[in-house]
């Protein structure tokens, strides 16, 4: 059984599509007994955090602490996998950027964020590759990204 609390620090109240995109990136990882946190939180409380932790003094959409960093631990048979703190105005200002809505940004921030917190990252070029596949396939699921057109030969 896996479990995580989704904390609405900043008051968005409009984030349904967090349980269901969470639950299926678990799925499809074969993710079981894993706990973790989302936290949806403002400008200042991200900038704080990303000057504090990762050294850089600016506001960032998503940032993830993974408690897995090297391996893979178990307390009580659970997997305690970490925290996802979501930036609320810098996802409305991506979802105008980019032309979708904000349903479609904050899922995909909150697969971003699991994918993560599960191992996965995006400095290499083929690991980029991989990780924003497995983000396209999981939006897909739910219709939150935009289908690419197929080629015809």
Do not use: W
């Not at 955090?49 to 960093?69: G, P």
């Not at 105008?96 to 899922?107: D, F, K, P, Q």
Request: hydrophobic letters at 35%; a neutral charge; one cysteine or more.
């Amino acid at each position: 059984m896996n479990k995580f609390d989704i904390i609405d620090e900043y008051g968005y109240k409009d984030y349904k599509i967090l349980d269901k995109v969470l639950k299926r990136t678990l799925k499809l990882e074969k993710v079981h007994n894993a706990l973790f946190s989302v936290v949806l939180v403002d400008e200042q409380t991200i900038q704080e955090l990303n000057r504090d932790y990762r050294k850089i003094d600016r506001v960032t959409d998503v940032i993830s602490f993974a408690f897995e960093d090297n391996d893979k631990k178990e307390y009580n048979k659970m997997r305690i996998l970490g925290d996802i703190y979501i930036c609320i105005p810098r996802m409305k200002q991506q979802a105008i950027e980019y032309g979708h809505s904000e349903t479609r940004e904050l899922a995909f921030l909150g697969v971003h964020g699991l994918l993560h917190l599960l191992g996965y990252d995006h400095m290499e070029k083929e690991d980029e590759e991989v990780m924003f596949g497995k983000q396209e396939l999981i939006l897909n699921g739910f219709n939150q990204t935009k289908r690419r057109k197929s080629r015809t030969n």
